[in-house]
């Protein structure tokens, strides 16, 4: 179950707006299908991004994939807990496990990403 409070990008990317910041993860969903992640890489501070831009990449024994940004912003912070310690994101992706903070460009909003029901049926079809 995926948390309510969320929204979801089809590619399995979650994002929440707190104030004027959205935070931005991976899905527990996408984790596992990974399978023990190896590496990861993320924007640096200051990256201006827009939708479906790739904003770094996770790699595991299994698989290499993109991490695409949900949402148009400028890279705030980097976690670099989740850097150093990749069990955070194995672990506690929806929580310890965050991956970017960004600033959203002036009137972006959530409204155009799945919701916890719409992302569990799309996961549901895999």
């Known amino acids: 179950m995926n948390p309510e ?4 990008a089809p590619s399995h990317e979650w994002a929440k ?8 993860g991976v899905t527990k969903f996408a984790v596992e299908q990974l399978t023990e992640p190896t590496f990861l890489e993320l924007a640096k501070v200051g990256k201006a991004l827009k939708p479906g831009d790739e904003l770094g990449v996770i790699e595991s024994v299994k698989s290499t994939s993109s991490i695409y940004a949900p949402i148009a912003g400028e890279v705030l912070e980097v976690n670099k807990a989740a850097l150093d310690n990749l069990a955070l ?10 991956l970017l903070k960004i600033k959203p460009v002036a009137g972006s909003t ?11 049926a799309q996961i549901a079809g895999h």
Do not use: C, K, M, S
């Not at 994101?89 to 965050?98: E, H, K, L, R, S």
């Not at 959530?110 to 569990?120: F, G, I, M, N, S």
């Open 89 to 98: 994101v194995n672990d506690d992706p929806f929580g310890a496990g965050w």
């Open 110 to 120: 959530l409204e155009h990403l799945l919701t916890a029901e719409q992302y569990d």
């Open 5 to 8: 409070n969320l929204r979801y």
């Open 17 to 24: 707006l707190d104030g004027d910041t959205v935070t931005i």
